[in-house]
């Protein structure tokens, strides 16, 4: 009995843990379908019931949309009709720098600057039966403010009105904005003519014009943007420059040209002009960039420069030729002289002799013509009368340092100046007085040629006395030899391989009929001066 008792307690015991195993099994597939729904792994459960079988479908079946908009650049919102979070994702989070949690079962309105209520309170609720949008503030949780734009749709969700709100970071596209303005204001305010032209279109009509293009050309906007950039310049550019363009364009360069066009209203404006292509991600040109410069000034200062440099060298010229005539003039009529009185005396022995009479009163009137040419040549090409006026000495001596600046650079010298202030003006002929020191620079500069260390120029202008004000040009060349100091300034002495030796003499001469003088000697260090003096206008004579 009490066998059969035991064995079936035996039985019992089995039975139950076969059940428990049967039911731990079911926990754990019943662990593994919770876990799954909550993953977003079940789309729906089939349950079987005395209805027979149901399918209930869970919002998991949107797990690949919910992964979308968890990991989306956007913030993204689920409101309820009165603005209260129902969901929200990890971007709209990091957004406002508050915990997700904290952000749900609040209203958006709490994160909504003051000033931005009323437009916010409108596009929510016009969001619930229609898309709106609006671009907003935010204070963030560190109080910081972000721009932002907030779109809303109306969704339901189980009869219940909503809406899905989507929020927009445009921190990137304000600071763009900003550059953008930035960079037109800074185009619109540039002194340069600057225009962009469509390269897609073949007839090249200009897109942008800003307001110095405008200005420089004498067209309205309207007459420029969509027209082609070859009607307002009324120039060459069909052809020679045309041609250019387009080789340079071929080759994807820059081009640069001076060019002299033609304004609205027909006066002539000499323009530097730029143009350089500008292409796309995939090397495509799309358009051309032009700065157009007005250079007209320039040039017309280059013209008078150009013109006041060969009337200097003409004056050079012809006063080198003056001098030398002057000279060859005074050799020739010393035996021209001796000739005349040579043949007078013959005369008076030879009375009595006709024929040989003749001969002498023909040697006679021909050596006195030669004598007249020579004078008459002399004459005329000796300069004329000075035109002696008022001059600002500093101004002159700037004038001319503009005519060797090109050249002081071509040989890598620096020219100084040390020009007193409040000078009096002084009385001479100015072409004279630059043709003066322009021949003691050009003396400088060969001073420089062969020197390896400092290569600098300096011309000073000071008052040295109550009538007489001082110009100096010194260099720190290698000095003036001093057995060649006394002959330094006559005729056609010459330390230069290929010099006539007349620059000095004829300055010298020109400096002395002004009243003044000029004079040279040697440094106490290296190098030499040259010092000429010029009087002062009566009127401003102390």
């Not at 409101?79 to 979070?85: I, M, N, R």
């Not at 907003?136 to 969704?155: A, G, K, Y």
């Not at 069909?238 to 250019?244: H, L, T």
């Not at 300055?507 to 040697?522: F, W």
Request: proline letters at 2%; glycine letters at 6%; hydrophobic letters at 40%.
């Amino acid at each position: 009995m009490k066998h059969m008792k035991m064995k079936s307690e035996k039985k019992s015991l089995q039975k139950l843990l076969k059940e428990n195993e049967i039911l731990r099994l079911r926990l754990g597939k019943t662990e593994e379908t919770l876990n799954a729904i909550r993953n977003g792994e079940v789309d729906a459960l089939v349950v079987s019931g005395a209805k027979g079988e149901q399918v209930f479908t869970f919002k998991g079946a949107d797990h690949a949309y919910r992964i979308l908009i968890e990991t989306m650049n956007e913030g993204a919102a689920t409101l309820v009709s009165d603005g209260t979070v129902m969901y929200c994702n990890r971007r709209l989070s990091e957004m406002l720098k508050v915990p997700t949690t904290k952000i749900i079962g609040r209203s958006i309105k709490e994160f909504i600057r003051t000033k931005d209520l009323p437009a916010y309170n409108l596009i929510l609720a016009r969001g619930v039966h229609r898309p709106s949008r609006g671009e907003f503030s935010f204070t963030r949780r560190d109080n910081t403010i972000l721009d932002v734009q907030i779109s809303c749709s109306p969704i339901k969700i189980d009869s219940l009105d909503a809406v899905c709100m989507v929020i927009t970071d445009l921190t990137r596209h304000k600071s763009s904005e900003v550059q953008i303005h930035l960079r037109t204001r800074a185009m619109e305010s540039a002194t340069e003519g600057i225009f962009i032209i469509d390269a897609g279109k073949q007839c090249l009509p200009v897109i942008y014009a800003n307001q110095a293009f405008l200005k420089m050309t004498g067209y309205a906007k309207d007459q420029i943007i969509g027209h082609s950039y070859s009607l307002y310049n009324r120039t060459d550019i069909k052809s020679r420059f045309a041609e250019k363009m387009k080789q340079t364009i071929e080759r994807r360069k820059v081009l640069q040209d001076e060019l002299l066009i033609i304004t609205k209203d027909n006066k002539k404006l000499w323009v530097l002009l730029r143009i350089a292509p500008v292409c796309d991600t995939n090397g495509a040109i799309t358009n051309y960039v032009g700065v157009q410069t007005d250079i007209t000034t320039m040039k017309q200062e280059e013209l008078v420069i150009s013109t006041q440099r060969e009337e200097l060298l003409h004056v050079t010229r012809v006063g080198m030729l003056a001098e030398f005539v002057s000279s060859l003039a005074h050799e020739i009529n010393q035996p021209l002289t001796a000739i005349l009185s040579y043949t007078q005396a013959a005369q008076r022995m030879l009375t009595g002799n006709s024929e040989v009479q003749k001969i002498l009163a023909y040697i006679i009137k021909d050596a006195m013509r030669a004598a007249n040419v020579i004078e008459r040549l002399r004459a005329l090409l000796k300069h004329s009368k000075p035109e002696m006026k008022p001059l600002d000495i500093n101004l002159l001596i700037k004038r001319t340092i503009a005519l060797v600046a090109t050249d002081a650079i071509v040989k890598n010298i620096s020219i100084k100046l040390e020009l007193k202030k409040d000078l009096p003006m002084v009385l001479g002929d100015r072409i004279q007085l630059q043709q003066v020191l322009l021949n003691l620079i050009s003396n400088s500069f060969y001073a420089l040629s062969g020197n390896t260390g400092s290569r600098d120029v300096l011309i000073s202008a000071s008052r040295k006395s109550a009538s007489m004000v001082a110009v100096r040009v010194k260099d720190s060349g290698s000095g003036i030899n001093e057995k060649n100091m006394k002959k330094l300034f006559t005729h056609f002495f010459t330390s230069k391989p290929d010099g006539l030796g007349m620059g000095l003499s004829i300055s010298r001469s020109i400096v002395e009929m002004h009243g003044g003088q000029l004079n040279a000697k040697n440094n106490p260090d290296r190098g030499a001066a040259f010092v000429f003096t010029v009087p002062v206008h009566v009127k401003d004579a102390q």
